[in-house]
Protein backbone atom coordinates (compact mmCIF):
# COMPACT_ATOMS: atom_id res chain seq x y z
CA UNK A 1 0.00 0.00 0.00
CA UNK A 2 2.94 2.26 1.00
CA UNK A 3 6.14 1.97 -1.38
CA UNK A 4 7.80 4.67 0.71
CA UNK A 5 7.61 7.64 2.97
CA UNK A 6 9.70 10.83 2.74
CA UNK A 7 9.92 13.47 5.79
CA UNK A 8 11.14 14.65 8.89
CA UNK A 9 12.64 11.97 11.73
CA UNK A 10 10.76 13.50 14.40
CA UNK A 11 11.94 10.41 16.82
CA UNK A 12 14.06 7.83 16.51
CA UNK A 13 15.32 4.70 18.44
CA UNK A 14 17.02 1.39 17.78
CA UNK A 15 13.76 -0.45 17.54
CA UNK A 16 11.07 2.36 15.43
CA UNK A 17 10.96 6.03 14.54
CA UNK A 18 8.42 8.52 14.19
CA UNK A 19 8.70 10.13 10.60
CA UNK A 20 6.49 13.28 10.09
CA UNK A 21 5.07 13.24 6.62
CA UNK A 22 2.53 16.25 5.59
CA UNK A 23 1.60 16.81 9.64
CA UNK A 24 0.83 13.29 10.12
CA UNK A 25 3.58 10.84 12.50
CA UNK A 26 4.23 7.60 11.12
CA UNK A 27 5.13 5.26 13.81
CA UNK A 28 8.15 2.69 11.61
CA UNK A 29 9.25 -0.55 13.14
CA UNK A 30 12.89 -0.40 11.97
CA UNK A 31 16.23 -3.43 11.95
CA UNK A 32 19.55 -1.47 13.41
CA UNK A 33 21.07 -1.85 10.41
CA UNK A 34 18.67 1.03 9.46
CA UNK A 35 18.64 2.69 12.63
CA UNK A 36 22.68 2.96 11.71
CA UNK A 37 21.89 4.11 8.34
CA UNK A 38 19.90 6.73 9.05
CA UNK A 39 22.13 8.29 11.76
CA UNK A 40 22.45 11.88 11.83
CA UNK A 41 19.79 12.31 9.08
CA UNK A 42 17.04 14.60 10.20
CA UNK A 43 15.16 14.25 7.10
CA UNK A 44 14.59 10.57 5.03
CA UNK A 45 13.38 8.85 2.71
CA UNK A 46 12.30 5.15 4.18
CA UNK A 47 10.93 2.28 2.09
CA UNK A 48 7.91 0.52 3.58
CA UNK A 49 6.16 -2.44 4.10
CA UNK A 50 2.47 -2.30 5.54
CA UNK A 51 1.37 -5.78 7.64
CA UNK A 52 -2.30 -5.78 8.62
CA UNK A 53 -3.70 -7.93 10.78
CA UNK A 54 -7.06 -7.92 12.85
CA UNK A 55 -6.05 -6.00 15.25
CA UNK A 56 -3.60 -3.70 14.06
CA UNK A 57 -1.88 -2.24 10.62
CA UNK A 58 2.26 -2.03 11.56
CA UNK A 59 4.48 -0.39 9.17
CA UNK A 60 8.02 -1.54 8.83
CA UNK A 61 10.60 0.65 7.40
CA UNK A 62 13.77 0.48 5.80
CA UNK A 63 16.48 2.40 4.61
CA UNK A 64 17.31 0.72 1.21
CA UNK A 65 14.83 -1.38 -1.23
CA UNK A 66 17.13 -4.13 -1.03
CA UNK A 67 16.84 -4.64 2.47
CA UNK A 68 13.24 -4.73 2.17
CA UNK A 69 12.89 -6.83 -0.49
CA UNK A 70 14.87 -9.24 1.75
CA UNK A 71 12.15 -8.18 4.48
CA UNK A 72 9.59 -9.51 2.47
CA UNK A 73 10.83 -12.54 1.54
CA UNK A 74 11.35 -13.69 5.15
CA UNK A 75 8.30 -12.97 6.26
CA UNK A 76 7.07 -15.64 3.31
CA UNK A 77 8.86 -18.09 5.32
CA UNK A 78 6.58 -20.46 7.38
CA UNK A 79 7.04 -19.96 10.79
CA UNK A 80 8.82 -16.85 10.78
CA UNK A 81 6.94 -13.56 11.78
CA UNK A 82 7.66 -9.43 10.99
CA UNK A 83 9.47 -9.33 14.66
CA UNK A 84 11.73 -12.37 13.71
CA UNK A 85 12.39 -11.20 10.38
CA UNK A 86 13.56 -8.26 11.62
CA UNK A 87 15.49 -9.20 13.99
CA UNK A 88 17.27 -11.61 10.93
CA UNK A 89 17.94 -7.89 9.49
CA UNK A 90 18.93 -6.42 12.88
CA UNK A 91 22.00 -9.00 13.77
CA UNK A 92 22.90 -10.04 9.73
CA UNK A 93 23.33 -7.53 6.52
CA UNK A 94 21.06 -8.55 3.74
CA UNK A 95 24.38 -9.87 1.54
CA UNK A 96 24.90 -12.68 5.08
CA UNK A 97 21.12 -13.80 5.01
CA UNK A 98 21.55 -14.28 1.11
CA UNK A 99 25.09 -16.20 1.68
CA UNK A 100 23.89 -18.28 4.75
CA UNK A 101 20.82 -19.44 2.79
CA UNK A 102 22.70 -20.04 -0.35
CA UNK A 103 25.35 -21.77 1.30
CA UNK A 104 22.88 -23.72 3.49
CA UNK A 105 24.52 -22.65 6.51
CA UNK A 106 21.78 -23.17 9.25
CA UNK A 107 24.36 -22.47 12.19
CA UNK A 108 25.19 -19.07 10.77
CA UNK A 109 20.53 -18.23 10.81
CA UNK A 110 20.44 -19.67 14.19
CA UNK A 111 22.96 -17.64 15.80
CA UNK A 112 19.92 -15.08 15.61
CA UNK A 113 17.91 -14.88 18.91
CA UNK A 114 14.88 -16.75 18.52
CA UNK A 115 16.07 -18.86 15.40
CA UNK A 116 15.78 -22.73 16.05
CA UNK A 117 17.29 -25.67 13.58
CA UNK A 118 13.61 -26.08 12.41
CA UNK A 119 13.30 -22.55 11.40
CA UNK A 120 16.79 -21.59 10.09
CA UNK A 121 16.29 -25.20 7.71
CA UNK A 122 12.53 -23.86 6.86
CA UNK A 123 14.29 -20.25 5.91
CA UNK A 124 16.64 -22.15 3.43
CA UNK A 125 14.39 -24.27 2.26
CA UNK A 126 11.76 -21.65 1.32
CA UNK A 127 14.43 -19.23 -0.13
CA UNK A 128 17.51 -20.85 -1.49
CA UNK A 129 16.31 -21.36 -5.06
CA UNK A 130 14.82 -17.39 -5.14
CA UNK A 131 17.96 -15.53 -3.81
CA UNK A 132 19.80 -18.15 -6.16
CA UNK A 133 17.98 -16.82 -8.62
CA UNK A 134 18.63 -13.17 -7.72
CA UNK A 135 21.98 -12.98 -7.39
CA UNK A 136 23.56 -16.54 -9.13
CA UNK A 137 27.22 -14.68 -7.77
CA UNK A 138 26.50 -14.55 -4.17
CA UNK A 139 28.39 -17.89 -3.72
CA UNK A 140 31.30 -15.83 -4.27
CA UNK A 141 30.46 -13.98 -0.82
CA UNK A 142 30.96 -17.44 1.07
CA UNK A 143 33.83 -18.31 2.68
CA UNK A 144 32.99 -21.86 1.25
CA UNK A 145 37.01 -22.62 0.93
CA UNK A 146 37.64 -21.37 4.56
CA UNK A 147 36.80 -23.15 7.60
CA UNK A 148 34.19 -21.60 9.90
CA UNK A 149 35.81 -21.91 12.81
CA UNK A 150 38.91 -19.78 11.48
CA UNK A 151 36.55 -17.25 9.96
CA UNK A 152 34.73 -16.92 13.42
CA UNK A 153 37.86 -16.90 15.13
CA UNK A 154 39.18 -14.04 13.05
CA UNK A 155 36.02 -12.15 13.36
CA UNK A 156 36.44 -12.11 17.37
CA UNK A 157 39.78 -11.16 17.31
CA UNK A 158 39.46 -8.11 15.23
CA UNK A 159 36.16 -7.28 17.12
CA UNK A 160 38.36 -7.24 20.40
CA UNK A 161 40.83 -5.10 19.00
CA UNK A 162 37.89 -2.25 18.59
CA UNK A 163 36.81 -2.47 15.39
CA UNK A 164 33.59 -2.11 13.78
CA UNK A 165 31.71 -5.41 13.84
CA UNK A 166 30.48 -4.41 10.31
CA UNK A 167 33.62 -3.36 8.83
CA UNK A 168 35.69 -6.53 10.28
CA UNK A 169 32.96 -9.00 8.73
CA UNK A 170 33.94 -7.02 5.01
CA UNK A 171 37.39 -7.13 4.99
CA UNK A 172 37.33 -10.42 5.91
CA UNK A 173 35.18 -11.55 3.25
CA UNK A 174 36.94 -9.11 0.84
CA UNK A 175 40.54 -11.65 2.38
CA UNK A 176 38.67 -14.59 1.44
CA UNK A 177 37.27 -13.56 -1.71
CA UNK A 178 40.58 -12.77 -2.95
CA UNK A 179 42.48 -15.66 -0.99
CA UNK A 180 40.12 -18.59 -1.19
CA UNK A 181 43.32 -20.65 0.27
CA UNK A 182 44.21 -19.10 3.23
CA UNK A 183 43.68 -21.48 5.85
CA UNK A 184 45.10 -20.28 9.38
CA UNK A 185 43.30 -17.72 11.66
CA UNK A 186 46.75 -15.46 11.86
CA UNK A 187 47.20 -14.48 8.12
CA UNK A 188 43.54 -14.19 7.61
CA UNK A 189 44.02 -11.43 10.52
CA UNK A 190 47.36 -10.19 9.15
CA UNK A 191 45.55 -9.69 5.59
CA UNK A 192 41.92 -8.75 7.13
CA UNK A 193 44.04 -6.02 9.09
CA UNK A 194 45.68 -4.36 6.12
CA UNK A 195 42.37 -4.10 4.73
CA UNK A 196 40.94 -2.66 7.31
CA UNK A 197 43.84 0.15 7.26
CA UNK A 198 43.32 1.36 3.58
Do not use: C, W
Not at 35 to 56: F, P, W
Not at 135 to 140: F, G, K
Not at 156 to 174: H, M, T, W, Y
Amino acid sequence: MYAYLKGEITYRSPAFITLEVNGVGYHVNIPLSTYTALQGQERSTVYTHLIVKEDSHTLYGFATQVERGMFVQLIGVTGVGATTAQLILSSMTVDEVRAAVIGEQAHVLQKVKGIGAKTAKQIILDLKSKLTKEAPDAPSLLPSMVNNTVREEALSALISLGFNRIAVQKAIDAVIRDNPNVARVEDLIKFALKALAV
